[in-house]
């Protein structure tokens, strides 16, 4: 059994740790340094002298581009984040002397990281493939979602749902080419074969009479013999 001295022991040391604790422990709206409980800074304000046994803390407000956004006992305010736009990011709010700049995504792209309500890192949206379907657009915080075209219907990538093909038919039109699931069918109008052959071999037996009469001609002028001239014309 624990004696009566151990009991008082034991309560005495506990009383000393938390009597410790509350001398060691500086208020909420305190920051400790060199042994002293110093005021804090308010946000937008950074310190410029600590307190001392006399002094309370000084403050000074933050520079350009710097910032603090809760009570603190920094010595430097904290440097404004950057909306890069080769991190897919623009300014959603511009930095102020108590809070950060506050990063979105651009236009076409989507958050993948983000601390509390700003964006760190943006990816561009994922572009369908011909023969798929934009199933849900993307936004600033998820990407598209694409599905494949299922058979009979069609889609470029850019369609937020697939097209069924065309019936050439309804228009009175043959099918030159069937489509798949990224194309549509071509549509025309066939010209029969003997049509075809009643238009071409009446033109090829033109063109080959017209050219027979110019070699003709041709032959004719080239050996055709040239009359006598000056002293030997014989005068009756």
């Known amino acids: 059994m624990i004696s009566s001295l151990e009991i008082?022991?034991?309560?005495?040391?506990?009383?000393?740790?938390?009597?410790?604790?509350c001398l060691c422990v500086c208020g909420r709206a305190e920051y400790k340094i060199n042994g002293e409980c110093c005021p804090m800074c308010a946000p937008g304000n950074c310190v410029y002298?600590?307190?001392?046994?006399?002094?309370?803390?000084?403050?000074?407000?933050?520079?350009?581009?710097?910032?603090?956004a809760v009570p603190n006992g920094l010595e430097k305010c904290l440097i404004c984040?950057?909306?890069?736009?080769e991190y897919g990011l623009k300014i959603k709010m511009k930095c102020t002397q108590s809070s950060d700049t506050v990063c979105e995504p651009l236009e076409g792209y989507y958050c993948m990281d983000q601390v509390r309500d700003s964006c760190t890192q943006a990816m561009k949206h994922t572009r369908c493939s011909p023969g798929q379907y934009i199933k849900q657009k993307g936004t600033a915080l998820k990407d598209t979602t694409c599905d494949t075209c299922t058979a009979g219907?069609?889609?470029?990538?850019?369609?937020?749902?697939?097209?069924p093909h065309s019936k050439c038919e309804v228009w009175g039109l043959s099918e030159i080419k069937p489509g798949n699931n990224s194309s549509d069918v071509e549509c025309g109008r066939q010209t029969p074969v003997p049509v075809i052959a009643g238009i071409i071999?009446?033109?090829?037996?033109?063109?080959?009479v017209v050219?027979?009469?110019?070699?003709?001609?041709?032959?004719k002028k080239k050996y055709?013999?040239?009359?006598?001239?000056?002293?030997?014309?014989?005068?009756?």
């Open 49 to 68: 002298r600590h307190c001392t046994e006399d002094t309370s803390t000084t403050c000074v407000p933050c520079l350009e581009s710097t910032y603090t």
């Open 81 to 85: 984040s950057v909306c890069d736009p």
């Open 211 to 219: 050219t027979t009469v110019a070699l003709v001609i041709s032959f």
């Open 153 to 163: 219907t069609y889609s470029n990538g850019t369609f937020q749902t697939c097209q």
């Open 224 to 236: 055709t013999p040239v009359p006598p001239v000056g002293k030997d014309l014989i005068l009756v």
């Open 201 to 208: 071999v009446p033109v090829a037996m033109v063109v080959v």
């Open 8 to 21: 008082i022991f034991i309560i005495a040391a506990i009383f000393f740790m938390n009597l410790e604790l």
